[in-house]
């Protein structure tokens, strides 16, 4: 082997996190160590698997089949691994073996073959499998027709399970409890599965549901590297669940049984890597029947890495190679072999991180199609404190629950929603009988007695003291060279400390909307940047799926809550130079406070100036003295309040509460009815929590980040977004360089940025949004920390900005540097960023555009053509681009006027038109011609005619209007909506790039700025 091509998977969606981001960066690592050239394919540009040091070429391009073949052909790699980017690789090399690409150009698929794929995936052919090897199956069919699935129900009853073939998270699956619902989920399912596939199997929900990592190589030696149970029984999908490991309640005879189970179904599967075994256990008996198989690295193999300290990814990708176990050492200890079990001397909890803070109206059931956006993984000696740990590390205000009795309290329980774990919790305080939580839950009776020991277990505690235990493998009978920690009450502490200086970087916690992976991707760069400058680099975090929490990353590693207590000891102990608290975005901001209240040195810009950016009124006054405008604005603690501000400042208005991340709950209200019920609905609104009322200026909103010293600045790029003010910066198109502000426009921001980050004696990094009306620049927000664009804008500028700040953190000026400008000329590349929303997982949510962000993640699409760099972009986002066909409109007055452009192009393009009765008549008016259609009729042509929507939602979030049963039934049928007019003007150019056939080049990024150089 000269060269291997590893498949990324994309953008962050639900099922598919952090997690492939951490496995392909230490495969990349695993196989470069090996002296062969690794080529990478990801469209996500906010992972450190996209950094140009990761592997040695890095496509940043849409992961589809053009682009994989065309890659294929200018590199010629000699293998492909496709088992560390998740569902979505899997199925991009099924397809390019399908096709015979991989023959054609002579390509191997690396470790896990196709054949295995496809009988691991392929809901038929696994069935078949268990029953050649006479492993138990729950009673099922495998289905491609509604009749088929109508025929099972009538034989074996209800509930039934059904789970699409080659699907993600569970999608487009679900449990139907009747006719009317097994035909809903069938249809689904049936559109969701690449093959149209199904299985519907009888349900065992109830059951306890276990998992077993498993790793096997071309030898046939095989390990269970960790197992795992499930609190939450069968039923509910196993990324929604919270975990233990390893199991706390299977007898030995049971572990033994499904570990033997796993390890013959991997074996027979011919698995060479990873592999992750699901299986449901009757509670009552013996009896077991296997769920389902994933022959990749996983979401679980993250956590049990993370739980074990084996890097199971980068095993696999040894073994992808043709290493065998009992070749490899384990890189934790160092001395010992790979070909052993991890032995766990504690107990480690996940919880999953939920999104329902930004989709209130949501379905907030869990079943089994997942929905969280990301996890947390607490570590300690008992169950009790792993448990309260995971509950911590969450960084998520829960509903206070207080004020329910018991029915209420048991409804709630039933009702198995995102707060059941909390409901669990206030119903045991309140006496509730542990049988009946069992009765209605399911959940094992020790985990119950347990959830309701903690406040007894903090005094079995008390003689003890906070120490730190190692992770090592091994549970201590190897000494480990990895200094991977835990703090629990006892008496012996492990962790040794050294006398070099060091730096603590405080991470950024679970993924959640608003707050991705880009962070982690900031936090590696300042550990490595810290340890480049001399020092010891220390990482506080909780999140098990990312590169930051991986064992070989900074000098120590304490997976722990960031919560200030935990934090503080650590401190303690280490007693370093300082904490950076700037790239772990707003939960490690939140710390400043505190950390400067206890006299802990704050590297960077100090918390003075992070409150003042912070501090609406503070800031406000503060850009009247350096004479800047900002939107005129004011704060309310109740509607009357609300309103006098109103009538002052004239609508529309935006209106949000003070110290939000993402947006939450931020929207604009055009009239007085809009501001009462918004403030009706505001949560926890007082004089200490007003809400923020601010004068809404339509407009180009442009984003600035730069890095400071203080004194000097430097502007790597500036960022232009699409959507126009009103909607999130994470959910805007955003493209660089800004293509429509004149150079006057550009010199205002330079200046204003420079004036706004010396005026807070910044050091470090700083973003700042802007809106130009067309006549001003107003500042909307500052953020004086890293941002979700600073990944993007480090790879397209080729500026290493976390790096550069870390140094200025340590003492370092610009001009140390050799920066000659400001503001960084452009390369002659365009970067196109657009946003990816996991729609069909959150379901009954509103997805339009607004204030409040959505999105759980990005793509980027970069070329020479701008055109082309849009296309790109919307392909990798998995829009489809239709060149004919039909397109359905129903707008908000206020767009109305603006409309008749974009219409008149789709028309040109030869698009048919329908529309809603206002927008019909509007059109008609003004000459064009359309079909009048109502909502009825639209949701039954769907799937079939219309292959574009663009609604513009006059009130959003409000179940009962018409534009939300557009928006439901746009995504419930996978055709592509746009719910801003900005997008769906940029669609256009992307289409015309199909249309008039334009040569496509895919390039590796250094290529972009290698010819530039030449």
Partial sequence: MKKVMIIGSGPIIIGQAAEFDYSGTQACKAIKEEGIQTILVNSNPATIMTDSDVADKVYIEPINIESIERIIQIERPDGIIATFGGQTALNIATKLDDEKILEKYNVKLLGTSSETIKKAEDREAFKQLMIDINEPVANSIVANHIDECIEFAKINGYPIIIRPAYTLGGTGGGIANNYDELIKICTKGLKSSPIGQILLEQSVAGWKEIEYEVIRDAKDNCIVVCNMENIDPVGIHTGDSIVVAPSQTLRDTEYQMLRKSAIKIVKSLDVKGACNVQFALDPNSDRYIVIEVNPRVSRSSALASKATGYPIAKISAKIALGYTLDKLKNSVTQNSSAYFEPALDYVVVKMPRFPFDKFKIA????????????????????????????????????????????????????????????????????????????????????????????????????????????????????????PYYYSCFDIEDESQVSDKQKIIIIGSGPIRIGQGIEFDYCCVHGVLAAKEAGYEAIMINNNPETVSTDFDIADKLYFEPLDIDYVMNIINKEKPKGVIVQFGGQTSINLAKKLHENGVNILGTSFESIDLAEDRDKFGKFLEGINIKTPEGDTASNINEAINVANKLGYPLVVRPSYVIGGRAMQVVYDEESLINYMKQAFNVSK???????????????????????????????????????????????????????????????????????????????????????????????????????????KVTQVPMVKIATNLMLGKKLRDYNYETTLMKNKNIYAVKVPVF????????????????????????????????????????????????????????????????????YKNIGFKIYASKGTHKFLLENNLDSNLMDVSELKQKLYSDINIIINTPSKGNITTTQGYEIRKAAIENKVPIFTSLDTARLFLRAMKVEIENKKIDYKDINEYFSEEAK
């Fill in 838 to 905: 996991s729609s069909e997982k959150i379901v009954g949510a509103d997805m339009h555009l607004g204030p409040e962000m959505k999105s759980t993640g990005e793509v980027l699409g970069i070329d020479k053509d701008l055109d082309i760099a849009i296309y790109k972009g919307f392909i990798a986002s998995n829009i489809n681009i239709p060149l004919k066909g039909s397109i359905y409109v129903s707008i908000k007055d206020e767009d109305k006027k603006e409309l008749l452009d974009i219409i008149k192009e």
């Fill in 688 to 794: 200490d929590h007003p809400i923020l009322i601010d004068k809404y200026i339509k407009g180009i909103e442009i984003e600035v980040d730069a890095i400071c010293d203080a004194d000097d600045i430097l502007i790597p790029g500036i960022m232009e977004h699409v959507e126009r003010t009103g909607v999130h910066s994470g959910d805007s198109i955003s493209l660089y360089p800004a293509v429509s502000l004149s150079e006057h426009v550009i010199d205002t921001l330079v200046e204003y940025t420079k004036k706004i980050s010396t005026g807070l004696k910044t050091v470090g990094l700083i973003n700042i949004q802007y809106v130009y009306d067309g006549q001003n620049v107003y500042v909307i927000e500052v953020n004086p920390r890293a941002s979700r664009t600073v990944p993007i804008l480090s």
């Fill in 363 to 482: 379905h907030r059931a869990l079943g089994t199609q997942m929905k969280a956006t990301g996890e947390v993984m607490a570590i300690s000696r008992s169950f009790e404190d792993a448990f309260l740990k995971a509950l911590k590390s969450l960084d998520q205000s829960q509903t206070n629950l207080n004020y329910m009795g018991k029915s209420e309290v048991l409804s709630k329980i039933k009702r198995c929603d995102d707060e059941r774990i909390f409901a669990i919790i206030h119903a045991l305080k309140i006496g509730v009988d542990i049988d009946q939580i069992h009765n209605i839950t399911k959940i094992d009776k020790w985990f119950l007695h347990k959830i309701k020991n903690i406040d007894e277990s903090l005094d079995i505690n008390k003689d003890k003291s906070l120490v730190y235990k190692m992770v090592d493998t091994c549970a201590g009978e190897f000494d480990a060279k990895t």
